[in-house]
């Protein structure tokens, strides 16, 4: 099936800094991504949709100047998580969707957030 | 709204047995539906895709039935093996679900039993 990768796996950052995780389709072209959290033994919620060459679509209750989407190719979508609190310590996922099989959606391998 | 409903507590099933989970959902039927694994700390791993008008779709040791009267799906695991617990979320698409068109079960854990 295809792939969706996703980096860095792991990131610690201090409290106010800016985090960049990147999304990417190593083996299709993806012109909308998508990008969820994930709590503890929870649903996957859906943040905001990732569109190439466009802005991206955020979901209701998520700020969009607080988590930065930007999708400069066909095949990378990148999520900032700015000005970080431990709040936003979270499991962040990001999928895309392959058009080529039925639509359907895989994800990457998701990235720890941890905010101290 | 729709809810879709997987077994809330953990399955637990003896190694060489089938293992059987149940997605349910409520109001219309979706377009197609998915089943993913998704171990802890991991990413959702694609499985199988059922369109609305397949009864069955096999892969491997994997069973995926698709009943629209019932407003079920059930995911079979023939021949369990330890390797296959994890967390198992079914994911329907429909009009009016998500901008991924997708809406996710919160998921079953599924344990193997040497």
């Known amino acids: 099936g295809a792939v969706v990768s996703q980096h860095p796996s792991r990131v610690i950052c201090k409290s106010g800094t800016s985090v960049k995780i990147e999304c990417r389709s190593l083996d299709f072209q993806a012109t909308t991504m998508f990008w969820y959290r994930q709590f503890p033994k929870q649903s996957l919620m859906l943040m905001a949709t990732s569109n190439e060459g466009s802005k991206a679509t955020y979901e209701q209750g998520v700020e969009k100047d607080k988590f930065l989407i930007n999708h400069a190719s066909l095949t990378l979508s990148t999520l900032t998580v700015t000005s970080a609190h431990p709040e936003d310590s979270s499991f962040y996922i990001c999928s895309a969707r392959d058009r080529?099989?039925?639509?359907?959606?895989y994800f990457g391998e998701g990235s720890w957030l941890t905010v101290v | 709204s729709q809810k879709i409903e997987q077994n809330s507590e953990a399955l637990n099933i003896q190694e060489g047995k089938t293992a059987t989970l149940t997605c349910n959902y409520t109001n219309y039927s979706p377009a197609y539906l998915q089943w993913y694994r998704q171990d802890?700390?991991?990413?959702p791993v694609f499985l199988l895709l059922i369109r609305e008008n397949e009864k069955e779709k096999r892969k491997e040791r994997l069973k995926v039935t698709f009943d629209t009267t019932l407003k079920q799906s059930l995911f079979h695991i023939t021949a369990s093996q330890p390797a296959d617990s994890a967390t198992y979320l079914c994911a329907l698409s429909y009009s009016g679900g998500g901008a991924d068109g997708l809406t996710f079960g919160k998921g079953t854990h599924l344990i193997i039993q040497p």
Do not use: C, F, Q
Request: hydrophobic fraction near 20%; proline fraction near 10%; charged fraction near 20%.
């Open chain 1, 100 to 105: 080529r099989a039925g639509n359907t959606i």
């Open chain 2, 40 to 43: 802890p700390g991991r990413g």
